[in-house]
């Protein structure tokens, strides 16, 4: 392709033809302040916070610009400076500026953008509001529109990502919001409750549901054994929120943080994660041998299940009938380990530390529980832990490393992959691999099933057996494969589904990064890298040879997919409609 | 071919239909039944006539009598003595169709139309647009066979750019150079391009696109079929507000003739060029008539434009190359590809050529559509064709380009008026809208309402347009209430440049300009209205106070008696005062007052 030359503040810069002035900009270490921008997904150039001089009659927005053959750009002319602080002005002048009270201040990208251009409290331009209303109706996700800038980076990545499109733009000029159709609550609609909004939300308008009133609540009761779980996910990222690199994993301090906060146990839902490995891979096999419903899909990430019941319900016969990790893990919490230690499970209270704001949905799920009591009582996300660790003035960086609890905190290197993208097929393959094979399998790293990429495939030849698997990353992602298979283009054994961008990690739940901090430090490489690195360093690295996974089979179900092991640690699913 | 004694030509435009044309239509054809002279005289049921002011409008030939206002009991007089006797019914003609000698007129001699050039407009009012034969007896599609068998695509765009013609829709670039950039782009069956028609007319007060299609809309098409035959596309959509109805109607009766003539479709004129043409109904968004929008709008998404470049030439309707032209700049082509772009380019100012249409409103006598050569000034149009003010009231300025322009005051009358003149003199042609003030305009009032309807119409994307806009309204509605302070104008100008320099589109980058050039000709206006809380034209209502002249006054009590708030006190045979605090400023007391004792300032 050709490449062209541009002047950007006195710098010659060559970049290929195609290249925006603002990518063309970053090259020249140069930046251009950015809001409703995100590179690949949402370049639409409606917040004018980019805008750069280029000599023509208006400023250009520089994130759609192409760049043009002896182009030359200012971005850093008194003309420029005032008119991206005026149209900061602006959007102040329409928000609600509750900063102290607000979870996203100092982590607020409008914010930080009116420091850096020095907006004054002086609210030039005040005037109306637009009216908007609080939308807290969803067990995961709360919409404050009083706050959104509508830079529809969370309509661009609800459409384009997840392909799941609820929220858009609604009415016109000052009037238009983000809204659901015919202003629905978020509940009522086919929202996965994946939290990707809230992920990419420069300001304070998504949210997560914050429920650690009611972790607090728990942990203050003395009549309540609290009990607590992370997931794999939650130790790639949990560190960021405490000024620790990103990438670095924190096990052993988070297991100490928990502790300190007052939890009777600190389980790991890392335990369970092998124990799903266990019943999903002998579902398959017995699938596989009994000429059940084929591909077989994995049924962990329940922003993927509730878009499979929206939007491929003819799937759900696919999909395993394993609860996913955490609700097993409650599940098993509330019968063998209740039984075993005399507690009444109605005194037990199951708290969940999750990547994901999904999970409070799920748990919500009626089906999800035992004896009439839920087997997850709480659901809280990453983010969501660090705000507790810090209001009980734990300095995390600084704490010894310490351990889960006995048994149902042990875990393989096949169970912490869990936690990104390709995971849950890898450690189900190496499980799969001995149970079919009969044989030790040796080189234990599926390296095809690893990596970003949205769709992966590979086939294995097991013994004769060809295990033709794909996994899909993004419930867009998801789409395309499904639609794949159902057109007959594709065919698969078993498919891995995570309703997440590169799975967990990248969960909707999970410490914020903007996308502007994303180019610089891509999260779902560097977490990724955490996980798996964490497993390599496991001695134990399948599922089925976890010792206290074969304990609990021995002492309570037996063996995988038992009838005692159906009652509790499997589930069933339904089909929803895409609109009310 | 029939032949006819006489033909009445019934005006079937919406001015006309609103006022009941349609019923004029039903009664002459009953009458003529009646009378048995269906065979020596034809109905036509044309489109507009232009002067709206005069409807409903009938003109009967070969007399040419032109007559105005028409009710519907006057079309029996009209057949029983114009029709029958061969008397024409003077008390209806237009009174300036009647010349001192009382003959009647030719069309082109009355003052209205003297002036006029009618290129754009040339078959509306003469021929019945529902009958593609009438359009070909006026040398239709001879323009498209002439281009398709004479022509290169090449020749017709050289023809289109040695014309000069520029797009009538607002912004006017050459027209000919958007069909050369849609013609580079890879030409073949495999690269599909497309040619659009705006007819998303929307400035307040314009009908120019809606009369061309309600009275030419055979003209459009031919037009389309030329600019995708010169671009290389084989597909056509014309992009129609679903408000205009008619328009609507009698382009899909028009499409259908012309697919049946084969004018449209497969192998047009046996060549090797096939077009076809779509309508596409707008939900009657403003913001629409802005060309990403409108694309946006026919891809079904929502009407808010896409910012550019790469322009539509080069990535437009479903991400191809597509030309998207006016309705009036495509009223032009035919006519420039059958009489040359020589004949074209003699008309109108070096940089504007032709002609364009203005649809005059406000303050003027004779409201309605009239087509200049480009170069002919203001006063020309406002005075010699407009008619003038009405009640000998002053002219105060005169509004063009719609809520995209600006206000020209009195010394700028002379300006004749293209692109250039309007954009340097603070304004812009825009697609055409002309509004005429008088003294009684409140300057900051007309700003105002300009702004309300932008604000209005903003599609909320971009940050200075959906929010700066509407700061900007308030501001004027804070100086209107009486509350206009000390520094409002500067806030206006500083957030007027912003918008400015930074909206996405063109509706958002104009939307300031009604409110810069008032304060750049009118600035005493807003002073008053800020610093002396006094609206010297009397139109805002909250700087009012209606006084009652002691000495005039003579205590008949009818004032007290009309007020709705008892708002006035006082005792008969004795001067009355009016309470401020209550007074609504209804004026009801200044109206029935018989002694002009009652004021406001």
Same mark, same amino acid.
């Given at each position: 392709?050709?490449?062209?030359?541009?002047?950007?503040?006195?710098?010659?810069?060559?970049?290929?033809? @195609?290249?925006?002035?603002?990518?063309?900009?970053?090259?020249?270490?140069?930046?251009?302040?950015?809001?409703?921008?995100?590179?690949?997904?949402?370049?639409?150039?409606?917040?004018?916070?980019?805008?750069?001089?280029?000599?023509?009659?208006?400023?250009?927005?520089?994130?759609?610009?192409?760049?043009?053959?002896?182009?030359?750009?200012?971005?850093?002319?008194?003309?420029?400076?005032?008119?991206?602080?005026?149209?900061?002005?602006?959007?102040?002048?329409? +928000? /609600?500026?509750?900063?102290?009270?607000?979870?996203?201040?100092?982590?607020?990208?409008?914010?930080?953008?009116?420091?850096?251009?020095?907006? /004054?409290?002086?609210?030039?331009?005040?005037?109306?509001?637009?009216?908007?209303?609080?939308?807290?109706?969803?067990?995961?996700?709360?919409?404050?529109?009083?706050?959104?800038?509508?830079?529809?980076?969370?309509?661009?990545?609800?459409?384009?990502?997840?392909?799941?499109?609820?929220?858009?733009?609604?009415?016109?000029?000052?009037?238009?919001?983000?809204?659901?159709?015919?202003?629905?609550?978020?509940?009522?609609?086919?929202?996965?409750?994946?939290?990707?909004?809230?992920?990419?939300?420069?300001?304070?308008?998504?949210?997560?549901?914050?429920?650690?009133?009611?972790?607090?609540?728990?942990?203050?009761?003395?009549?309540?054994?609290?009990?607590?779980?992370?997931?794999?996910?939650?130790?790639?990222?949990?560190?960021?929120?405490?000024?620790?690199?990103?990438?670095?994993?924190?096990? @052993?301090?988070?297991?100490?943080?928990?502790?300190?906060?007052?939890?009777?146990?600190?389980?790991?839902?890392?335990?369970?994660?092998?124990?799903?490995?266990?019943?999903?891979?002998?579902?398959?096999?017995?699938?596989?041998?009994?000429?059940?419903?084929?591909?077989?899909?994995?049924?962990?990430?329940?922003?993927?299940?509730?878009?499979?019941?929206?939007?491929?319900?003819?799937?759900?016969?696919?999909?395993?009938?394993?609860?996913?990790?955490?609700?097993?893990?409650?599940?098993?919490?509330?019968?063998?380990?209740?039984?075993?230690?005399?507690?009444?499970?109605? /005194?037990?209270?199951?708290?969940?530390?999750?990547?994901?704001?999904?999970?409070?949905?799920?748990?919500?799920?009626?089906?999800?529980?035992?004896?009439?009591?839920?087997?997850?009582?709480?659901?809280?996300?990453?983010?969501?832990?660090?705000?507790?660790?810090?209001?009980?003035?734990?300095?995390?960086?600084?704490?010894?490393?310490?351990?889960? /609890?006995?048994?149902?905190?042990?875990?393989?290197?096949?169970?912490?992959?869990?936690?990104?993208?390709? @995971?849950?097929?890898?450690?189900?393959?190496?499980?799969?691999?001995?149970?079919?094979?009969?044989?030790?399998?040796?080189?234990?790293?599926?390296?095809?099933?690893?990596?970003?990429?949205?769709?992966?495939?590979?086939?294995?030849?097991?013994?004769?057996?060809?295990?033709?698997?794909?996994?899909?990353?993004?419930?867009?992602?998801?789409?395309?494969?499904?639609?794949?298979?159902?057109? @007959?283009?594709?065919?698969?054994?078993?498919?891995?589904?995570?309703?997440?961008?590169?799975?967990?990690?990248?969960?909707?739940?999970?410490?914020?990064?903007?996308?502007?901090?994303?180019?610089?430090?891509?999260?779902?490489?560097?977490?990724?890298?955490?996980?798996?690195?964490?497993?390599?360093?496991?001695?134990?690295?399948?599922?089925?040879?976890?010792?206290?996974?074969?304990?609990?089979?021995?002492?309570?179900?037996?063996?995988?997919?038992?009838?005692?092991?159906?009652?509790?640690? +499997?589930?069933?699913?339904?089909?929803?409609?895409?609109?009310? | 071919?029939?032949?006819?004694?006489?033909?009445?030509?019934?005006?079937?435009?919406?001015?006309?239909?609103?006022?009941?044309?349609?019923?004029?239509?039903?009664?002459?054809?009953?009458?003529?039944?009646?009378?048995?002279?269906?065979?020596?005289?034809?109905?036509?049921?044309?489109?507009?006539?232009?002067?709206?002011?005069?409807?409903?409008?009938?003109?009967? *030939? #070969?007399?040419?009598?032109?007559?105005?206002?028409?009710?519907?009991?006057?079309?029996?007089?009209?057949?029983?003595?114009?029709?029958?006797?061969?008397?024409?019914?003077?008390?209806?003609?237009?009174?300036?169709?009647?010349?001192?000698?009382?003959?009647?007129?030719?069309?082109?001699?009355?003052?209205?139309?003297?002036?006029?050039?009618?290129?754009?407009?040339?078959?509306?009012?003469?021929?019945?647009?529902?009958?593609?034969?009438?359009?070909?007896?006026?040398?239709?599609?001879?323009?498209?066979?002439?281009?398709? %068998?004479?022509?290169?695509?090449?020749?017709?765009?050289?023809?289109?750019?040695?014309?000069?013609?520029?797009?009538?829709?607002?912004?006017?670039?050459?027209?000919?150079?958007?069909?050369?950039?849609?013609?580079?782009?890879?030409?073949?069956?495999?690269?599909?391009? *497309?040619?659009?028609?705006?007819?998303?007319?929307?400035?307040?007060?314009?009908?120019?696109?809606?009369?061309?299609?309600?009275?030419?809309?055979?003209?459009?098409?031919?037009?389309?079929?030329?600019?995708?035959?010169?671009?290389?596309?084989?597909?056509?959509?014309?992009?129609?507000?679903?408000?205009?109805?008619?328009?609507?109607?009698?382009?899909?009766?028009?499409?259908?003739?012309?697919?049946?003539?084969?004018?449209?479709?497969?192998?047009?004129?046996?060549?090797?060029?096939?077009?076809?043409?779509?309508?596409?109904?707008?939900?009657?968004?403003?913001?629409?008539?802005?060309?990403?929008?409108?694309?946006?709008?026919?891809?079904?998404?929502?009407?808010?434009?896409?910012?550019?470049? #790469?322009?539509?030439?080069?990535?437009?309707?479903?991400?191809?190359?597509?030309?998207?032209?006016?309705?009036? %700049?495509?009223?032009?082509?035919?006519?420039?590809?059958?009489?040359?772009?020589?004949?074209?380019?003699?008309?109108?100012? &070096?940089?504007?050529?032709?002609?364009?249409?203005?649809?005059?409103?406000?303050?003027?006598?004779?409201?309605?559509?009239?087509?200049?050569?480009?170069?002919?000034?203001?006063?020309?149009?406002? *005075?010699?064709?407009?008619?003038?003010?009405?009640?000998?009231?002053?002219?105060?300025?005169?509004?063009?380009?719609?809520?995209?322009?600006?206000?020209?005051?009195?010394?700028?009358?002379?300006?004749?008026?293209? *692109?250039?003149?309007?954009?340097?003199?603070?304004?812009?042609?825009?697609?055409?809208?002309?509004?005429?003030?008088?003294?009684?305009?409140?300057?900051?009032?007309?700003?105002?309402?300009?702004?309300?309807?932008?604000?209005?119409?903003?599609?909320?994307?971009?940050?200075?347009?959906?929010?700066? %806009?509407?700061?900007?309204?308030?501001?004027?509605?804070?100086?209107?209430?009486?509350?206009?302070?000390?520094?409002?104008?500067?806030?206006?100008?500083?957030?007027?440049?912003?918008?400015?320099?930074?909206?996405?589109?063109?509706?958002?980058?104009?939307?300031?300009?009604?409110?810069?050039?008032?304060?750049?000709?009118?600035?005493?206006?807003?002073?008053?209205?800020?610093? &002396?809380?006094?609206?010297?034209?009397?139109?805002?209502?909250?700087?009012?106070?209606?006084?009652?002249?002691?000495?005039?006054?003579?205590?008949?009590?009818?004032?007290?008696?009309?007020?709705?708030?008892?708002?006035?006190?006082?005792?008969?045979?004795?001067?009355?005062?009016?309470?401020?605090?209550?007074?609504?400023?209804?004026?009801?007391?200044?109206?029935?007052?018989?002694?002009?004792?009652?004021?406001?300032?």
């Amino acid at each position: 392709m050709n490449n062209i030359t541009l002047t950007i503040d006195g710098v010659k810069v060559s970049v290929p033809a @195609g290249t925006t002035v603002l990518e063309a900009a970053k090259g020249a270490g140069i930046r251009i302040p950015t809001m409703c921008y995100i590179k690949d997904l949402n370049e639409i150039g409606a917040c004018r916070l980019c805008v750069v001089d280029t000599g023509a009659r208006a400023l250009q927005a520089a994130c759609v610009l192409p760049a043009a053959e002896g182009m030359n750009v200012k971005t850093n002319t008194p003309a420029v400076r005032d008119a991206r602080k005026m149209n900061l002005e602006l959007l102040l002048s329409n +928000h /609600d500026k509750k900063c102290l009270s607000c979870v996203r201040s100092t982590n607020c990208e409008l914010q930080s953008l009116c420091r850096e251009y020095g907006v /004054d409290d002086e609210n030039r331009y005040a005037g109306s509001m637009t009216e908007t209303h609080i939308d807290d109706l969803s067990p995961s996700i709360v919409r404050n529109n009083a706050k959104c800038i509508l830079c529809r980076r969370c309509t661009a990545v609800c459409q384009k990502v997840q392909n799941v499109g609820v929220i858009g733009p609604v009415k016109r000029g000052f009037h238009t919001q983000i809204s659901c159709a015919w202003g629905d609550p978020l509940s009522d609609t086919a929202c996965i409750n994946c939290g990707q909004c809230i992920a990419v939300c420069p300001t304070g308008a998504l949210t997560e549901k914050d429920d650690t009133d009611k972790v607090f609540a728990a942990l203050a009761d003395p009549k309540k054994h609290v009990v607590v779980q992370p997931a794999p996910a939650v130790r790639a990222a949990l560190g960021e929120e405490f000024g620790i690199p990103m990438g670095t994993s924190v096990t @052993g301090k988070m297991a100490t943080a928990l502790r300190r906060l007052g939890f009777d146990k600190v389980y790991d839902t890392n335990f369970a994660a092998d124990l799903t490995i266990l019943e999903e891979a002998n579902e398959l096999v017995d699938r596989v041998k009994s000429g059940g419903v084929l591909p077989m899909i994995t049924s962990c990430s329940p922003g993927w299940i509730k878009f499979c019941e929206h939007a491929y319900p003819e799937f759900l016969p696919n999909l395993s009938s394993c609860k996913s990790p955490h609700e097993m893990e409650g599940a098993v919490i509330k019968s063998y380990y209740a039984e075993k230690y005399g507690i009444d499970p109605k /005194d037990i209270v199951v708290v969940s530390v999750m990547p994901c704001t999904a999970k409070k949905f799920e748990a919500d799920r009626p089906e999800l529980g035992h004896n009439g009591l839920a087997d997850v009582d709480i659901v809280i996300t990453t983010r969501e832990l660090a705000r507790m660790i810090k209001l009980a003035g734990i300095d995390f960086a600084n704490l010894p490393e310490g351990d889960f /609890d006995d048994m149902l905190g042990e875990s393989t290197g096949a169970a912490v992959i869990f936690g990104v993208s390709g @995971g849950v097929m890898e450690a189900a393959l190496r499980t799969a691999y001995e149970v079919i094979t009969g044989k030790k399998l040796e080189k234990l790293d599926f390296l095809d099933v690893r990596g970003m990429k949205g769709v992966k495939e590979a086939t294995y030849d097991l013994d004769g057996l060809e295990l033709k698997v794909a996994v899909a990353s993004s419930t867009g992602a998801a789409s395309k494969l499904l639609d794949a298979v159902k057109s @007959g283009e594709k065919s698969y054994t078993f498919i891995e589904v995570m309703g997440c961008p590169g799975g967990c990690i990248n969960g909707g739940g999970q410490p914020l990064v903007s996308p502007t901090e994303r180019e610089k430090n891509n999260p779902l490489v560097l977490r990724a890298k955490a996980i798996y690195d964490e497993d390599a360093a496991k001695p134990v690295r399948k599922s089925h040879e976890s010792l206290a996974v074969q304990k609990l089979y021995d002492e309570y179900f037996e063996k995988p997919n038992s009838h005692k092991a159906h009652e509790i640690l +499997h589930t069933h699913y339904t089909a929803r409609p895409k609109y009310k | 071919m029939e032949l006819f004694r006489s033909h009445i030509l019934v005006c079937g435009g919406t001015g006309c239909t609103s006022s009941g044309s349609t019923q004029l239509l039903e009664r002459f054809e009953k009458l003529l039944e009646q009378n048995k002279l269906t065979k020596e005289i034809k109905l036509v049921h044309t489109g507009c006539f232009g002067l709206c002011e005069a409807g409903p409008v009938v003109i009967v *030939y #070969p007399e040419g009598a032109f007559y105005s206002r028409v009710a519907l009991e006057d079309v029996d007089e009209i057949v029983s003595e114009h029709l029958v006797k061969g008397r024409i019914v003077s008390r209806l003609l237009y009174h300036g169709s009647v010349s001192e000698d009382n003959t009647v007129k030719a069309l082109d001699d009355i003052d209205f139309y003297q002036k006029q050039k009618r290129v754009a407009l040339r078959n509306c009012g003469v021929i019945d647009p529902e009958n593609i034969d009438e359009y070909i007896a006026f040398d239709g599609y001879k323009a498209l066979c002439k281009a398709l %068998t004479e022509m290169t695509p090449e020749n017709v765009i050289d023809t289109i750019k040695k014309s000069g013609l520029r797009g009538r829709g607002g912004g006017g670039f050459p027209t000919g150079l958007k069909w050369e950039f849609s013609a580079k782009q890879p030409r073949g069956p495999e690269y599909q391009k *497309y040619v659009c028609c705006n007819a998303d007319e929307g400035d307040p007060g314009a009908f120019m696109d809606r009369s061309v299609l309600e009275g030419d809309p055979h003209a459009v098409l031919e037009a389309m079929a030329i600019a995708g035959y010169a671009i290389g596309a084989s597909q056509g959509y014309i992009y129609v507000r679903a408000e205009y109805p008619i328009a609507v109607r009698r382009l899909e009766i028009a499409i259908r003739q012309a697919r049946e003539y084969g004018l449209l479709g497969e192998h047009i004129f046996g060549t090797d060029f096939s077009f076809d043409i779509g309508v596409r109904l707008g939900a009657g968004a403003f913001v629409c008539g802005e060309e990403t929008a409108l694309m946006n709008s026919i891809q079904g998404h929502r009407g808010e434009p896409w910012p550019r470049p #790469p322009f539509p030439a080069v990535r437009g309707l479903f991400g191809k190359p597509t030309v998207l032209n006016n309705v009036e %700049t495509y009223a032009n082509v035919c006519q420039i590809i059958l009489n040359g772009a020589d004949w074209f380019a003699a008309m109108g100012t &070096e940089k504007s050529k032709g002609t364009k249409v203005f649809a005059l409103g406000g303050k003027i006598n004779n409201t309605g559509l009239v087509e200049v050569p480009m170069g002919t000034t203001l006063r020309e149009i406002i *005075y010699d064709i407009g008619g003038g003010i009405p009640g000998g009231k002053a002219f105060k300025a005169v509004q063009t380009g719609g809520p995209s322009g600006g206000c020209l005051p009195t010394h700028m009358l002379d300006t004749p008026v293209d *692109y250039d003149n309007l954009i340097a003199a603070g304004s812009m042609m825009g697609s055409g809208g002309m509004i005429v003030m008088d003294e009684d305009n409140c300057m900051v009032d007309i700003a105002r309402f300009f702004l309300d309807f932008t604000v209005d119409e903003s599609c909320g994307k971009c940050t200075p347009c959906r929010i700066g %806009t509407r700061r900007m309204l308030e501001i004027l509605n804070r100086i209107c209430d009486g509350k206009g302070e000390d520094g409002d104008l500067e806030r206006l100008e500083n957030l007027a440049s912003n918008i400015k320099a930074t909206a996405l589109c063109g509706l958002g980058q104009t939307a300031p300009n009604p409110v810069l050039s008032t304060i750049k000709q009118f600035r005493n206006e807003y002073e008053a209205h800020i610093y &002396e809380k006094r609206c010297p034209a009397g139109i805002c209502k909250k700087l009012l106070s209606y006084l009652i002249d002691p000495a005039k006054c003579k205590g008949c009590t009818l004032c007290a008696r009309v007020c709705p708030t008892g708002a006035i006190s006082g005792k008969v045979k004795e001067a009355h005062l009016i309470d401020q605090k209550k007074c609504i400023k209804c004026g009801a007391c200044m109206e029935k007052c018989k002694f002009g004792a009652i004021s406001k300032k």
